[in-house]
């Protein structure tokens, strides 16, 4: 919470960021119904007309989420697939990095939109779109390393309903025994094994 710095008082409205943080916030820790005007405002210690300097009403705000969510997780989901990788394995080892802490790729972020959408049906369009743009994704890494398009399609799902499967249990792992079932991951997602050098150069960045 930032310090109450009322704008009758100091002229400070606040920022973009600031109230999109506050939101972001809000529906992870509470829920959709949690995002509302007032209760932003007092989470941030500023007057609620401060809002309206940054959004035009809480409509705004809530699509300025998805939008974050958008660039944020699928963005990063993306971007992995399409690192540069010497092999498959290495492909698949960029990928699966992004769900861990620091890859980018928010957890919890993803969680609460998947739990907005089971209330509105334009937010589960939007998620269906995040989805298949995901899905896509890793189609494409598949299909670099040669895979034929069924393989690759299989392959692809196997890797992102697990991941998703991870989220919506909301599995608690440490990060030693999430790093030692990889190589089985890779294995079982890409049909080989990672090398040795490749699982070094993988959990180097993690530790």
Same mark, same amino acid.
């Given at each position: /919470?930032?310090?109450?710095?009322?704008?009758?008082?100091?002229?400070?409205?606040?920022?973009?960021?600031?109230?999109?943080?506050?939101?972001?916030?809000?529906?992870?820790?509470?829920?959709?119904?949690?995002?509302?005007?007032?209760?932003?405002?007092?989470?941030?210690?500023?007057? *609620?007309?401060?809002?309206? @300097?940054?959004?035009?009403? *809480?409509?705004?705000?809530?699509?300025?989420?998805?939008?974050?969510?958008?660039?944020?997780?699928?963005?990063?989901?993306?971007? +992995?697939?399409?690192?540069?990788? #010497?092999?498959? &394995?290495?492909?698949?080892?960029?990928?699966? +990095?992004?769900?861990?802490?620091?890859?980018?790729? #928010?957890? *919890?972020?993803?969680? +609460? %939109?998947?739990? @907005?959408?089971?209330?509105?049906?334009?937010?589960?369009?939007?998620?269906? &779109?995040?989805?298949?743009? *995901?899905?896509?994704?890793?189609?494409?890494?598949?299909?670099?390393?040669?895979?034929?398009?069924?393989?690759?399609?299989?392959?692809?799902?196997?890797?992102?309903?697990?991941?998703?499967?991870? %989220?919506? /249990?909301?599995? #608690?792992?440490?990060? #030693?025994?999430?790093?030692?079932?990889?190589?089985?991951?890779?294995?079982?997602?890409?049909? &080989?094994?990672?090398?040795?050098?490749? /699982?070094?150069?993988?959990?180097?960045?993690?530790?």
């Amino acid at each position: /919470m930032t310090d109450a710095r009322d704008i009758t008082e100091t002229g400070w409205r606040g920022s973009r960021e600031g109230w999109l943080d506050a939101a972001k916030s809000a529906l992870i820790e509470s829920g959709i119904g949690a995002v509302k005007i007032q209760p932003l405002a007092e989470r941030i210690g500023l007057s *609620r007309t401060s809002f309206y @300097w940054f959004f035009k009403d *809480r409509a705004a705000v809530l699509d300025a989420l998805l939008e974050d969510w958008e660039a944020t997780n699928t963005g990063a989901l993306v971007s +992995a697939c399409d690192a540069y990788a #010497e092999t498959v &394995q290495e492909a698949v080892l960029n990928l699966i +990095a992004v769900f861990l802490d620091g890859g980018g790729f #928010e957890a *919890r972020f993803d969680f +609460a %939109i998947r739990g @907005w959408a089971h209330q509105s049906d334009a937010v589960r369009a939007r998620v269906a &779109q995040a989805d298949e743009t *995901r899905l896509a994704a890793i189609r494409a890494l598949f299909a670099r390393y040669g895979y034929d398009g069924d393989e690759a399609d299989v392959r692809a799902r196997t890797i992102y309903l697990v991941q998703i499967g991870y %989220i919506s /249990m909301q599995v #608690e792992e440490d990060l #030693e025994t999430r790093l030692a079932r990889f190589p089985h991951y890779v294995q079982t997602y890409t049909g &080989q094994p990672p090398t040795a050098n490749e /699982m070094a150069r993988f959990t180097a960045r993690f530790r």
